[in-house]
């Protein structure tokens, strides 16, 4: 058995742990999403070409 | 509540840079038959649907609505040699869509071309336009299309609208950027490139007005200033847009001094023909949302006639 | 089990989460619940996860050992949110006095007087997103018959806890998607649109069996299956 102020008293003695920031989190970071889209873009271009759909990636010139 | 004077500079600034690189708007006439003439219709086609939407909205200034008009007098005689350029690409390509689709906005404000009409008459006509495989949206425009040039489209809009991605109003957290331009251009020609807003399907309204402010929020987050351009849109198509600030800012503050629009993120280096190539779009997508959410935010100030 | 390279305390955390969720999905077995939370780690773990501790007895019905709610009851005297705490720590807190209540009955705890709630005028004014987030970190209040300031605010605003949810979704916010999904579970007025249940599916899926998220989403299962088999009943 313990007692119980020993107890509390360790703990709040205790700074090591960040308590309060996993209390109080803030937010996560968003992940970045939709990293192949630009490339997948030239999927609908084309033939396909769709009124104000984005712009196809052209070819770049070379030389 | 975004400004309206905001809305408006964004609008002005990137016709005025649409205006100064219309050179930008060009054929390839000598280019590789793979590639063919008819792949640089397409910013010629928007250009003309986005100046129709600018003079039907009405709210443009007087230095708006010029630029608009001498860009489309510029691309219609010198680009298109006043549509025989269209014709061109018709009789390399018969069955294709692409030079009716590009040829309609334009005559919608009064330029003409009897040859294309011809030819649009006639595929109309034919099994094959009716069965030719395409995504749904991209169906649900041929339909709309049709009907805008007064034929019966097969399919009626009804049965295209059904068939798309968002007449199903699926789950709001799939929605990744190649269903987002989906979506949007569903609205697009759903209302008719924002002129009927009242066209859009309560469903699809009551589903759109839950959750575009996340997908706002999210391609605001991105950075992707195409998305979330065409995002404004529709936006302003529904029955009471928001006229998100936050996304309208972040959208502002992406524009370039001159009125460039980058794709995503930050503004592309290049020689001026390609740089053309990478931002006209989202230039033109920042008039487009402009036009349209200036024309919504004035009529909310103003009382509806009775 | 134990994490490497994750903090102390997000370890514990998370092998109590672990333990909870188990406890809850597997009849109310409560593994090593006699070594619960007496050192300074556990104790400080279990006033993280909070009320959520008590889950398996909250909200599944089963009985706890006398041991881990004492212990329950050690980490809840150990951590006091201090005066001018966050809302949320003010509220997690508030939350594990209450569960204590709840199970060991009417009489009052001398050492844990009731004081009332903390007060939950900082949600009123949030916009949809940091709603969420705040909603969503307070995941353990949302339970049946579970009354509080938060609730009512977070039945208000149905709509901005599913936007919440989608929002927390597209960026991988797995923790946060299965809080505010909790609380979705409960509500009314939730767009038939959302998804909730494939939503709580993709979420396990995509978390790769995170300790915190499954807790949260389990909660949830077992929230809205009871909501459904009550609104089966009634019909």
Known sequence: MFSEESVVRDVAQDIDIDLEAALNPAEAEGTFRDTRECAALALIGGQGALLLSPPTPRPTKKG | MTSTRLIHGVGLRALEWLHARRDGFRLEPDADPEVGLMDRFKPIGELAVICGVIFREGVAGSRQSQLARQLLDHVWRDTLDGGRMLVEGARTEPISPIPFEVYLPFRELGYEQPDIERATRLNHRLGSWSAVEVLPVRRLGLSAFQRRFGLRPEPGVDEATARTWLARTPEPWTVEGHIAYDITHTVFHLTDWGERPDRLPPHIAGYLADWLPVWLDDWLELRRWDLLGELLVVDACLPRPTFDEAAWEGFAAAQQPDGAMPALREMPEGEPDDLFDLVYHPTLVAAFASALALSRSLSALTPEPS | ?235
Do not use: C, K, N
Not at chain 3, 18 to 42: F, I, M, N, P
Not at chain 3, 169 to 188: C, E, K, N
Not at chain 3, 195 to 214: E, H, N, Y
């Open chain 3, 1 to 235: 089990m134990s994490q490497s390279g994750l903090p102390p305390l997000t370890g514990a955390v998370r092998d109590l989460a672990h333990e909870v969720v188990s406890a809850l999905r597997g009849g109310g077995h409560l593994a090593g619940s006699t070594a619960l939370a007496d050192d300074e780690l556990g104790l400080a773990a279990v006033r993280v996860l909070g009320a959520d501790v008590l889950l398996p007895a909250t909200l599944a019905g089963y009985s706890l050992s006398p041991e881990r709610v004492a212990a329950f009851r050690t980490a809840t005297l150990a951590f006091p949110a201090a005066p001018g705490a966050a809302p949320v720590t003010a509220w997690s807190h508030w939350g594990m006095r209450r569960a204590l209540r709840t199970l060991s009955g009417p009489d009052e705890d001398p050492a844990l007087p009731d004081t009332g709630e903390p007060g939950a005028s900082w949600l009123h004014s949030l916009p949809w997103q940091r709603f969420t987030h705040q909603l969503a970190v307070l995941g353990a209040l949302a339970l049946p018959g579970l009354p509080s300031e938060v609730a009512t605010t977070a039945a208000l605003r149905p709509v901005d806890l599913a936007r919440g949810f989608v929002r927390a979704v597209r960026r991988r916010d797995w923790l946060q998607a299965a809080g505010a999904a909790r609380w979705l579970a409960l509500l009314d007025g939730v767009p038939d649109t959302l998804g909730l249940d494939t939503g709580l599916d993709f979420v396990l899926l995509m978390s790769d069996d995170d300790p915190r998220v499954a807790l949260q989403a389990h909660a949830a299962r077992h929230i809205r299956d009871e909501r459904l088999l009550d609104e089966g009943l009634r019909a």
